[in-house]
């Protein structure tokens, strides 16, 4: 039996693969992506030497970098905290769904200064509607 039979993969109507995935350990990514990192090194090779998409490699080194492949990574993440599920005690009334709301707005005597992310800012003095800002800072924020 030659090399190539023995990793015989099924395959959909379509070509995709079946069955199980492979699973990898933290140790398993990080390895690989410090491949990545080697001098001339390029994740296609790296990717090709694991039977890998080059995508999945960028993934893990988009982890790598927020330090999410770090062995405690796993054990920090899975802490879990209490939860208690209980009904509401408080039920709105009909006479509480009929109270018209205005817009929100800033008084008059203030003034905010907003800072974009650009270096931009924009200073708004006076009565503002909040809801036209939030669609003003949105336009600015596009640009």
């Given at each position: 039996?030659?090399?190539?039979?023995?990793?015989?993969?099924?395959?959909?109507?379509?070509?995709?693969?079946?069955g199980?995935?492979?699973?990898?350990?933290?140790?398993?990514?990080?390895?690989?992506?410090?491949?990545?990192?080697?001098?001339?090194?390029?994740?296609?090779?790296?990717?090709?030497?694991?039977?890998?998409?080059?995508?999945q490699?960028?993934?893990?080194?988009?982890?790598?970098?927020?330090?999410?492949?770090?062995?405690?990574?796993?054990e920090?993440?899975?802490?879990?905290?209490?939860?208690?599920?209980?009904?509401?005690?408080?039920?709105?009334?009909?006479?509480?769904?009929?109270?018209?709301?205005?817009?929100?707005?800033?008084?008059?005597?203030?003034?905010?200064?907003?800072?974009?992310?650009?270096?931009?800012?924009?200073?708004?003095?006076?009565?503002?509607?909040?809801?036209?800002?939030?669609?003003?800072?949105?336009?600015?924020?596009?640009?």
């Amino acid at each position: 039996m030659d090399a190539s039979a023995e990793h015989i993969v099924a395959t959909d109507t379509l070509g995709r693969r079946t069955g199980p995935r492979r699973q990898y350990t933290l140790e398993e990514k990080r390895q690989i992506v410090q491949q990545t990192h080697a001098r001339g090194a390029s994740v296609s090779l790296v990717a090709r030497r694991h039977d890998l998409n080059p995508n999945q490699i960028f993934a893990w080194r988009r982890l790598y970098r927020q330090g999410l492949l770090k062995a405690d990574a796993s054990e920090a993440s899975a802490s879990m905290l209490p939860v208690k599920v209980s009904t509401p005690t408080v039920i709105p009334s009909e006479r509480a769904a009929r109270v018209r709301k205005e817009p929100a707005r800033v008084g008059s005597d203030s003034s905010i200064e907003i800072k974009l992310a650009n270096g931009d800012s924009l200073i708004v003095r006076g009565a503002v509607d909040v809801k036209q800002l939030a669609r003003i800072i949105k336009v600015l924020t596009r640009r």
